[in-house]
C-alpha cells in the first residue's frame, strides 16, 4: 500500500474524530482537514462502483482504495455507535447531568 494511506488509516485509528464524515453536518465546527484526500477516495470508490474508469488518487490500486475506504466506513461505525450512546446517556441522566452532559468513548 502506498505510504500516503498507511499513514492516513493510522491517522484514522488514533484520531477518529476527524474522520467523523456521517454526521459532519451536524457539528458546529467541523475540521476539513483531510477533504483532499477524502473527497477524491470517495469518488474514486464511487467509480469503482459504477465499473466506471477513474483518475483520482491514481498512485493507488483498486485493493487499496478499497482498504481505506473499508477503514473510512469502520470509523463512521463507530462514530455512529459513540453518538447513540451519548444520546442514551444525555437522555438517562438529564436532570442530574453536569452541563456538557456525560460523553461516552474517544475523545468526543
Known amino acids: 500500500m502506498h505510504k500516503s494511506m498507511e499513514i ?7 484520531h477518529p474524530e476527524e474522520f467523523d464524515y456521517t454526521f459532519r453536518h451536524t ?6 482537514r483531510w477533504d ?4 477524491p477516495l470517495f469518488e474514486r470508490a464511487e ?3 459504477r465499473g466506471e474508469p477513474s483518475f483520482q488518487l491514481c ?8 482498504q481505506v475506504f473499508h477503514k473510512l466506513m469502520l470509523v463512521q ?8 450512546m451519548n444520546e442514551l ?7 442530574d447531568a ?11
Do not use: C, H, W, Y
Not at 446517556?89 to 436532570?95: E, F
Open 8 to 14: 492516513l488509516m493510522a491517522r484514522m485509528e488514533s
Open 36 to 39: 483532499f484526500v477524502i473527497k
Open 27 to 32: 457539528q458546529l465546527n467541523p475540521d476539513k
Open 47 to 49: 467509480s469503482m462502483v
Open 89 to 95: 446517556l444525555r437522555d438517562n441522566n438529564s436532570v
Open 59 to 66: 498512485f493507488l490500486n483498486d485493493e487499496e482504495v478499497a
Open 98 to 108: 453536569p452541563r456538557g452532559g456525560l460523553k461516552f468513548g474517544g475523545n468526543r
Open 77 to 84: 461505525g463507530d462514530t455512529t455507535t459513540q453518538r447513540v
